[in-house]
């Protein structure tokens, strides 16, 4: 059973910075794409970014590209998401997703396609 498990979310002045990390078990995850997510009160749920274990391959969504960085550790079996320049708007529940993934090229980008999801991390920005 995939478990997923963030961490690292917190409050935060706008401009500053924080690292959400995300542990995984349970499975081999050598052909997993790992995603974050946001969601903010009554907002649907968006993709952030994400990420291929094998080959790094990484994908951002357009709005995020410049402030937020993906990577991942595999000895670790941790996905991170650095946040830098964040912004009262950047305030929501941050989710990390994992799937499996046919194509060694693909990257899923919407909530359909992850099967696992984590618990989520808070992130509150102040103005």
């Known amino acids: 059973q995939v478990r997923l498990v963030e961490s690292g979310g917190g409050w935060v002045q706008a401009g500053g910075s924080l690292r959400l990390s995300c542990s995984a078990s349970?499975?081999?995850?050598?052909?997993?794409?790992m995603g974050w997510f946001r969601q903010a009160p009554g907002k649907e749920r968006e993709f952030v970014s994400a990420?291929?274990?094998?080959?790094?391959?990484?994908r951002y969504a357009e709005s995020f590209k410049g402030r937020f960085t993906i990577s991942r550790d595999s000895a670790k079996n941790t996905v991170y998401l650095q946040m830098n320049s964040l912004k009262p708007e950047d305030t929501a529940g941050y989710y990390c997703?994992?799937?499996?993934?046919?194509?060694?090229?693909?990257?899923?980008?919407?909530?359909?396609?992850?099967?696992?999801w984590g618990q989520g991390t808070q992130v509150t920005v102040s103005s």
């Open positions: 997703a994992a799937t499996a993934v046919a194509l060694i090229e693909d990257i899923p980008t919407t909530r359909e396609e992850y099967n696992y």
């Open positions: 990420i291929r274990w094998r080959t790094g391959i990484i």
């Open positions: 349970g499975g081999t995850f050598s052909s997993y794409a």
